[in-house]
């Protein structure tokens, strides 16, 4: 158990300390000209380069992080707490302050942040501000995490312009964040996997099909691998594999986890998946066997918005058969005709 422990902190800093560079709507960068600097605080759990508190149901955390500035003047920035949630790319993400819905989500870390959730500082050139957050702790021994994290960008700035081999202007506004891991209960991960609907779509003009992935405990699901293979019902052949390794998910939430069709139309009819999840060393891993089907209305649907078009090869078989019985009967027909008008002169 203590090595189980060890190795699941040691994920966990890895995927914070990644998230603490990853931006949706910013472009964060290790060389920019400020940081962010967690402040720990007496119920710090270790000093691992991010908030991680153990704290007491009932009562306010107060989460504080130092702005360093490091340019020659004097700059203004925003600060915002964000919940955690699991991006469209299967990655833990706290970039913004409406998350997706997932119904088993109970606490929300922006709502238990007494207001304001999103502050604007001075920090003076190549100087540095405390900027800080008060959270409201569940009055019961809850069992699991309250994740998301501190967001820092800088206001009334122009964005950055820089060019690519290309001669591409690219416009970057720099963002860095700090994530916040919150428990009141030191206990083992406990994340569970568990698979909702399956269905049909376009993702960047292709079709594909969604599986509908979610992390259903108030637990991280840290970097596992996903493998999922795609089977028509009763066959053993494989016509669509999807791997993606490292995917991280946030406390309670959900993702469409997309399998390519590769560039090929939709078909109707019912299917096979075959998805495993598993993580490094093989201490968390998931193994789902689930039938699905795509509806005539929903090949045709999805085919026309990825720019296929509509398949009348069946209209055209099924015109060619009904005309080829039409001379078949036509010459029947006459025959018969003809057999009789013999009878009638003999």
């Keep these: 158990m203590k090595k189980f422990n060890t190795w699941l902190v040691a994920i966990i800093a890895v995927v914070f300390g ?9 472009a964060a960068t290790t060389n920019s000209d400020f940081t962010v600097i967690p402040q720990y605080s007496e119920n710090q759990r270790a000093q691992n380069g991010y908030i991680d508190v153990l704290a007491e149901p009932g009562r306010q955390q107060t989460v504080t992080v130092t702005v ?9 920035f925003a ?27 109970k606490y929300v870390l922006r709502k238990q942040t007494e207001s304001p959730k999103k502050q604007t500082i001075k920090v003076a050139a190549q100087g540095s501000t405390n900027v800080s957050f008060t959270v409201n702790i569940p009055d019961k021994a809850y069992n699991g995490l ?33 994530p916040v891991l919150i428990r009141v209960k030191d206990t083992v991960n406990n994340a569970k996997l568990k698979l909702n609907q399956i269905y049909p779509g376009v993702l960047n003009g292709q079709t594909t099909v969604f599986v509908n992935t979610q992390n259903t405990a108030p637990w991280l699901l840290p970097a596992v691998n996903i493998d999922a293979k ?8 494989v016509l669509h594999h999807e791997v993606q390794n490292s995917r991280s998910m946030a ?19 019912t299917y ?7 993580a490094p060393g093989g201490t968390l891993g998931w193994h789902f066997s689930r039938d699905f089907t795509i509806t005539s209305a929903q090949a045709s649907k999805y085919n026309k918005q990825a720019g296929f078009k509509p398949n009348y090869m069946w209209l055209y078989i099924t015109i060619g058969v009904l005309v080829l019985i ?4 036509g010459g029947y027909l006459l025959g018969r005709r003809g057999r009789k008008s013999d009878d009638k002169n003999e």
């Design 18 to 26: 990644s998230l603490a560079l990853i931006s949706t709507s910013y």
């Design 68 to 76: 360093k500035n490091f340019t020659d003047k004097e700059r203004t």
């Design 79 to 105: 600060a915002s707490m964000y919940t955690s949630y699991t991006n469209s790319s299967g990655q833990l993400s706290y970039d913004r302050a409406k998350i997706p819905t997932d119904n088993t989500l």
């Design 146 to 178: 309250m994740a998301g994290g501190v967001r820092v960008w800088p206001l009334k700035e122009a964005a950055a312009t820089t060019t690519t081999q290309k001669q591409t202007l690219l416009h970057n506004k720099y963002a860095f964040g700090m």
């Design 230 to 237: 795609v089977t028509k019902k009763g066959s053993s052949k």
């Design 251 to 269: 406390p309670n939430s959900n993702f469409n986890f997309a399998i390519d069709w590769g560039k090929q139309r939709l078909e109707a009819g």
């Design 272 to 278: 096979h998946l075959d998805y495993t999840a598993k």
């Design 326 to 329: 039409m001379f078949v009967l």
